[in-house]
């Protein structure tokens, strides 16, 4: 399966961005998706992570109560909608697909990597 992510961009620092995550075929009962960033010189890191049924999720401590992450299996597409954007939240963010249901926060887990969209907040 083939991950597309897009929606990044530049934004003023409070403002918001939806990112999506497109699937080029449906997932499967037992995938969970995720969304991770990578900030220039820093190791890739957890952002958020949702089952397949939509009814669990996680967050990093560093986005929660400010993002949240979604999925339309329908579409085969996953979203993260970032509020209050920070210059710290400055990074490629990536989406993938987990090897299980309830997905977790290691990036060991995901199998499936898009190319990531890059968001960019300026102060």
């Known amino acids: 399966v083939q991950l597309q992510a897009s929606g990044g961009g530049l934004v003023q620092a409070g403002g918001s961005l939806r990112l999506s995550c497109a699937a080029s075929r449906r997932t499967s009962s037992n995938n969970g998706m995720g969304w991770f960033r990578q900030a220039p010189g820093e190791e890739r890191e957890f952002v958020a992570a949702i089952s397949w049924n939509g009814r669990y999720t996680s967050y990093a401590d560093s986005v929660k109560g400010r993002f949240t992450i979604s999925r339309d299996n329908a579409k085969n597409t996953m979203y993260l909608q970032m509020n209050n954007l920070t210059r710290e939240d400055t990074a490629i963010y990536y989406c993938?697909?987990?090897?299980?249901?309830?997905?977790?926060?290691?990036?060991?887990?995901?199998?499936?990597w898009g190319q990531g969209t890059q968001v960019t907040v300026s102060s």
């Open positions: 993938a697909i987990s090897r299980q249901a309830v997905a977790g926060t290691g990036a060991g887990q995901y199998n499936y």
